[in-house]
Structures are given as C-alpha cells and as structure tokens.
C-alpha cells in the first residue's frame, strides 16, 4: 500500500494478557517511530529505529514494553502483562531523509 | 535533549477568519526540521508543512504559512480563510538533523472553527 499501514485497528484484552501490535512503514523509508497517544493527550514517543542502527528505546516506560524492526520493514510492538494504563491510542510512523514522518490511523488498545 | 512547547491548549475562531497557533522550542543544534501536523477526530495525523531550519524563508502550503524565527526558536503557524475542517488539534514537530531524525512533538493546540 501506499500509506502506512497498523494492525489491529482495535484491540481489547484482558489486563494480565501480551499484545503484539503490528506497523508496516512506507516502502524506502528508513525511519520508523512508535507512540503512545492516551485520549485527549499528545503523543508520547517510545522507540525509534534508523536503517541498522541501535534503536532509540529512550521512551519505553517500562521493560514491560518491547519493539522490533526487521530490516527497513514491518515492526512490532509486544506489551506483556498488559494493565489499564496501557489503554491508549498506539501510533507508528515513517520517515526517509528529507521527508516529514508518515503515520498509521494508529490502534486502539482497550485493557479490561 | 529538545523540547517543544506549545502554550496554548485550546484556540478557536470563526469561519473565514485567520488564526496564529504558537510553538516555541529548545535545541542546541543548528540544523533540524520542523513540521506542523493536524490530528482531526478520526485521530489520522496529517503532515500540513515543514520548515527545513536552513532556509530563512518561511515556508507555505496554499492557506498555511508559518513564522519561523530561529533565533527566537519560535515557530508559528497561521491558517487563513479559515474553514469547518479545519478544526482538529494541532501539534508542532522537532527532528534532529541529519533526516529522518528523532521526532519530538509539543502538547498541542485543540482549534476548533466556527461557522
């Protein structure tokens, strides 16, 4: 596609329970960035990949979060032992050089 | 590290008229980028326009433009002629040079546009 793409739209789980959120970037884009957005809030930055280089984890707020980018492509955010502060709105983008960053319609998370 | 600051929460105006959204920001490098992006209820973030800090002429997207004062590190931005769908929040962007760079956003500015 030509946009980048986040799956599942919506997510409900159970508190206690792993998610895995999915973002595929625009194809060429060597950035890709993940944020947290809580209803009526900004955007809180968590990780941020570029080409092969360490991943900036700086915005992680806890070990319970983890990311993953394969290559230039698709990447996953796992969140374990999900609790109902993690419900927010989680947002991927991408970026190539000299480009603004892209984003996804994002996904929704709900934690009952 | 930067920050960005966006010191109004909620904005609004009338249809057709013109409004200035206000960001400032705090970087020690010389060479960035800025962006304004629009977040309308259906939560999609659109990029509306980007500053490259290099240039000193300040950029403009048909009825966006924006204030860029660097040495002031302000960055602001006006919509005129203003319409319905433009209500939305609005966030101001930082990215570290070279690009793609961390991206940094401000609070953001709820607009809403009266008829």
């Known amino acids: 596609g030509a946009g980048v793409s986040q799956s599942p739209s919506n997510k409900v789980t159970e508190k206690g329970k792993d998610v895995e959120l999915r973002c595929d970037p625009i194809?060429?884009?060597?950035?890709l960035y993940w944020y947290r957005q809580r209803l009526g809030q900004g955007l809180e930055f968590l990780i941020y990949f570029q080409g092969n280089s360490a991943p900036d984890k700086s915005g992680l707020p806890s070990d319970r979060f983890s990311a993953e980018r394969t290559g230039e492509s698709v990447s996953t955010l796992t969140i374990q032992r999900t609790q109902q502060e993690d419900s927010a709105v989680y947002l991927c983008?991408?970026?190539?050089?000299?480009?603004?960053?892209?984003f996804g319609q994002g996904t929704r998370l709900t934690v009952v | 590290a930067q920050t960005v600051t966006q010191s109004q929460p909620e904005m609004s105006v009338q249809e057709a008229e013109t409004v200035t959204l206000s960001c400032t920001y705090d970087t020690s490098e010389n060479n960035y980028y800025l962006f304004w992006y629009k977040q309308p209820p259906s939560r999609q973030m659109i990029l509306v326009i980007r500053?490259?800090?290099?240039?000193?002429q300040n950029a403009t997207e048909n009825r966006f433009s924006v204030n860029f004062q660097k040495a002031a590190k302000s960055f602001s931005l006006k919509i005129s002629d203003s319409q319905l769908g433009d209500t939305a929040m609005y966030f101001c962007a930082f990215m570290k040079s070279p690009s793609p760079g961390k991206l940094t956003f401000g609070q953001g500015t709820i607009l809403t546009v009266h008829p």
């Open positions: 500053q490259e800090a290099y240039k000193q």
């Open positions: 983008a991408s970026s190539k050089p000299g480009s603004g960053a892209f």
């Open positions: 194809s060429g884009h060597t950035a």
